[in-house]
């Protein structure tokens, strides 16, 4: 089922085009694929450039401009429900197409056949540059003092959005009473090279695993083991001497 | 020192939440400074096929070539090394064993498979790579792809159709424009790296990139480099909560000392007694 265009204006549907072709013109010129008779609408206006499941909108330097979705665009990448407006007219982009997300059968990996190129002159690949940042160890040491970084905002929208937030409050030592918030899917506790323990948010909640040291992580008083553990509210967690109380968040 | 006391290795397999069977196939082995990860499709098995056959020809054929012979140097009369020239070859060897295979029998027609393969010698990594599976790196605080897909999206971002942020948003995903076994001829795409003592490489196929983001896999293994057999569990434990919708494998490769080729007489002593 290609992705198609509704055309309308003032919310009356004027007709429904079908993306199925690599390009589609639209103008006020006849010749167009979507043929638009009215002087606001230059004779070839904009393009919507179809590659197999994905299309592009292009504003083809048209006298009045495009709005997508009610901002003037030059070229944009259509996504379900998207609305182009072009004068008084609108062009809805329905792409109903279950994202590949939804049906396994969409994931499959598939072959697009391209002739082999024989030249051994491939470019060599970029290494991306992108500079990742990652939030050390949380690191606490029972004789220094040493202030708990705070983990920054979870930038995008966390995993689990069903599970609660849930925090550790540090129950002895120099740093006690400090709490800090899992707002990530990941946070180890402890010192690398002598305890370290991950404390991970999956769907069902936590779970602390141990990670490096020659001890394991204490929960309520007994040892984990090398397993995962759940951890639940009110529980208490004790790694390199010091202890913590795990609880969630109302 | 040698190749294999300097890397750790470990490496995981998981067929997902949604898939019946996994058509990854993954091998490897520190001795030989060797990692292998594919990823094969197809019909009923056929993918397993495709993605064992690329596996087992590339283990095998270039552990038995090491065994005579040192990476680092070159046949006589040969442009590339010998590491190099076994990626490739293999790789192509690997190639027409599944075209073959998938010509002649019907039930495995149009078999293919993705491949990543990386040969740790002379404190380098040599990778070869056909389709999606990828290598990243990382390299104290920065986290990076090493490979760049043979993917139509890939496509489309380096001709700038689309932009890298929007390239999430494509439904053109999983579609790979080289793949190993589909046609009488394959390109791989093979590069040489220099190697730090501290970086860890991640080999994965889609079914981890595709369902983890590139800034949590990264996170991951900053967190647990400390223990690399979690990491790699815990990466296959986000794949699977985040839906688990294709197989997915990654092997991670840890470089805890360096390792040069053996200099001069000492090559040359080790390699009379081989022979």
């Not at chain 1, 204006?9 to 004027?14: C, E, L, P, R, S």
């Not at chain 2, 053109?172 to 001829?185: F, P, Q």
Request: proline share 5%; with cysteine; hydrophobic share 40%.
């Amino acid at each position: 089922m290609p992705a198609k265009l509704i055309l309308s204006m003032d919310g009356a549907v004027i007709k429904e085009y079908a993306l199925d072709k690599e390009r589609i013109t639209i103008g006020r010129k006849p010749h167009n694929d979507i043929a638009i008779d009215n002087l606001a609408v230059s004779s070839e206006h904009a393009a919507v450039i179809t590659i197999l499941n994905d299309s592009f909108f292009e504003d083809l330097n048209s006298t009045n401009g495009s709005l997508v979705n009610g901002t003037p665009t030059l070229k944009h990448f259509l996504q379900n429900n998207d609305v182009i407006e072009i004068g008084k007219y609108k062009l809805k982009y329905l792409n109903d197409q279950p994202t590949q997300t939804t049906s396994a059968d969409f994931e499959k990996t598939m072959v697009l056949r391209a002739p082999v190129r024989t030249s051994s002159a491939a470019p060599a690949a970029p290494v991306d540059e992108q500079n990742a940042k990652y939030e050390s160890t949380m690191q606490f040491n029972a004789t220094a003092p040493r202030d708990v970084p705070r983990p920054a905002a979870p930038a995008a929208a966390p995993a689990a959005a069903g599970t609660p937030v849930a925090v550790i409050q540090i129950l002895n030592g120099p740093n006690l009473g400090k709490e800090l918030e899992l707002s990530k899917n990941l946070t180890t506790l402890g010192k690398p090279g002598v305890q370290v323990a991950v404390l991970a948010r999956r769907p069902h909640g936590y779970f602390i695993t141990h990670v490096e040291g020659t001890s394991f992580p204490l929960v309520n008083g007994s040892s984990i083991g090398e397993q995962p553990r759940q951890v639940n509210d009110h529980d208490v967690i004790e790694l390199a001497g010091i202890k913590m109380e795990f609880y969630l968040k109302a | 020192m040698n190749v294999n006391e300097a890397l750790e290795i470990v490496g995981q397999t998981h067929p997902g939440m949604v898939r019946s069977h996994n058509e990854d196939s993954i091998t490897f082995d520190a001795d030989y400074g060797l990692a292998v990860l594919a990823d094969g499709m197809g019909g009923y098995n056929a993918g397993e096929v495709a993605s064992g056959i690329a596996v087992s020809v590339l283990s095998s054929e270039i552990r038995h070539r090491l065994d005579t012979a040192r990476p680092e140097q070159k046949e006589a009369g040969a442009q590339d090394e010998i590491g190099f020239a076994l990626l490739r070859d293999n790789v192509r060897k690997a190639n027409l064993s599944i075209f073959n295979a998938a010509q002649s029998q019907p039930q495995y027609a149009g078999m293919g498979t993705t491949i990543v393969a990386g040969l740790f010698y002379d404190n380098r990594v040599a990778v070869v790579h056909v389709g999606d599976s990828r290598l990243y790196r990382l390299r104290g605080e920065t986290f990076e792809t090493v490979t760049r897909d043979h993917s139509l999206l890939q496509e489309q971002i380096d001709s700038g159709v689309i932009s890298k942020e929007m390239a999430r948003l494509s439904k053109n995903k999983n579609l790979v424009t080289r793949a190993v076994g589909i046609d009488a001829e394959v390109e791989p795409e093979v590069h040489v790296y220099d190697v730090e003592v501290g970086d860890i490489y991640l080999f994965c196929s889609d079914g981890l990139n595709d369902m983890v983001e590139d800034e949590d896999i990264g996170a991951t293994i900053q967190m647990l480099r400390g223990n690399l057999a979690l990491a790699a569990s815990q990466l296959i434990e986000q794949a699977n909560d985040n839906g688990g919708r294709d197989n997915v494998s990654v092997i991670l490769v840890k470089i805890k000392a360096s390792y040069p080729a053996p200099s001069g007489w000492w090559a040359k002593l080790t390699s009379w007694f081989r022979n």
